[in-house]
């Protein structure tokens, strides 16, 4: 479900939409719920009023972290859309994850979505990042899992230019090893 959607940050490049329908459907299917869809991009693409250069040619994605909600196994309604908040992942110190939130299965997203060619990285807070390293024993799918501030509410996916885009430049790729 698309969250916030007075926003009107729902647009996206076909390849991102492709990707979205691919993870609900991954998720619907391991019983985690419904994907929560935050901030894609703006109609025609360009900066927000609130930042989110990275979602100017819709190839970005938010998501939220809110996988164990029993809201989160029915249709929101439109009210709730608009007003529930992301759950943040972190514990109350803002000194490690809150292992009652972060839970093996959102690892186990995180793995699916670093694994899908299409993905260039995963932006997560730094927390999350050193959660799922130690819950992974250095798994080679955490190269693409990137830690970056402010991502405790949502992971941020960023997709390779599609082929063929005029004018899309993909970003290097992330250094060798684990990140």
């Known amino acids: 479900q698309v ?3 007075s926003r009107r940050r729902y647009f996206a490049q076909p390849e991102m939409r492709r990707f979205i329908t691919k993870l609900a459907s ?5 019983g985690f719920g419904t994907l929560l869809v935050g901030d894609l991009g703006l109609a025609r693409g360009g900066p927000t009023t609130t930042g989110h250069a990275s979602h100017q040619i819709g190839l970005d994605g938010d998501f939220w972290f809110w996988l164990d909600s029993p809201a989160n196994h ?16 972190l514990d109350q ?8 939130r972060f839970k093996a299965k ?18 997560v807070n730094p927390l999350i990042k050193k959660a ?17 501030w402010g991502h405790h509410y949502h992971f941020h996916v960023r997709l390779n230019c599609p082929a063929g885009a005029r004018g899309c430049v993909d970003q290097d790729p992330p250094p060798a090893g684990d990140g």
């Not at 991954?26 to 391991?30: A, S």
């Not at 130690?134 to 830690?147: I, Y």
């Open 106 to 123: 959102h690892v186990s997203v995180l793995e699916y979505v670093s694994k899908q060619p299409e993905v260039a990285r995963i932006f």
């Open 74 to 89: 029915r249709k929101l309604t439109e009210q709730e859309v608009e007003e529930l908040s992301a759950i943040s992942m």
């Open 93 to 100: 110190d803002r000194q490690g994850v809150d292992p009652k």
């Open 132 to 148: 799922a390293c130690e819950a992974t024993d250095q798994a080679a799918w955490l190269n693409k899992l990137r830690p970056w």
């Open 26 to 30: 991954e998720i619907r299917q391991h």
């Open 3 to 5: 969250m916030r959607k």
